[in-house]
C-alpha cells in the first residue's frame, strides 16, 4: 500500500508559479512511476505529466509543456510540480499518482492522493 498526501496548492495570479508536492509512505517509492492529474469543475480528468523511476525520463501534456516541469528525490519519497506561468485554465484539483506499469492513463496508476486545490485568477 502507497498512501500519497499533496500540498501546496493555493489562490495564484495569471503568470505566477505554484510548486506543488506530492508526499509518499511506504518503503518502495522508487518502484513506481509518479504521475500528476487534474480535474477541473465539469471536465474529465487529464494527465498533466509524469516521471519514471529513477527521474531520467519525464512526459507532460501538450497543455503544460514548457511551463511546469516533474521532479522526484526518492530518499525523500516526494514527487513535485514546479507550475509556472500559469493560466487560468490551469484551475482545476491536482492529482498525485503512484503506478508500477503507468503510462499517461489514468487507470493505469495504482493509488492516489487527495488532490489540492489550484486557482489561477486572471
Given amino acids: ?3 500519497l498526501v499533496e500540498s501546496g496548492g493555493g489562490l495564484v495570479q495569471a503568470g505566477g508559479s505554484l510548486r ?21 469543475p465539469g471536465k474529465e480528468r487529464e494527465f498533466v505529466a509524469r516521471i519514471s523511476r529513477s527521474g531520467i525520463s519525464t512526459y507532460y501534456a501538450d497543455s503544460v509543456k514548457g511551463r511546469f516541469t516533474i521532479s522526484r528525490d526518492n530518499a525523500k519519497n516526494t514527487v513535485y510540480l514546479q507550475m509556472n506561468s500559469l493560466k487560468p485554465e490551469d484551475t482545476a484539483v491536482y492529482y498525485c499518482a503512484a503506478g508500477r506499469l503507468a503510462g499517461n492513463e489514468g487507470p493505469k496508476y495504482d493509488y492516489w492522493g487527495q488532490g489540492t486545490q489550484v486557482t489561477v485568477s486572471s
Fill in 1 to 3: 500500500q502507497v498512501q
Fill in 20 to 40: 506543488l508536492s506530492c508526499a509518499a509512505s511506504g518503503r518502495t517509492f522508487s518502484s513506481y512511476t509518479m504521475g500528476w492529474f487534474r480535474q477541473a
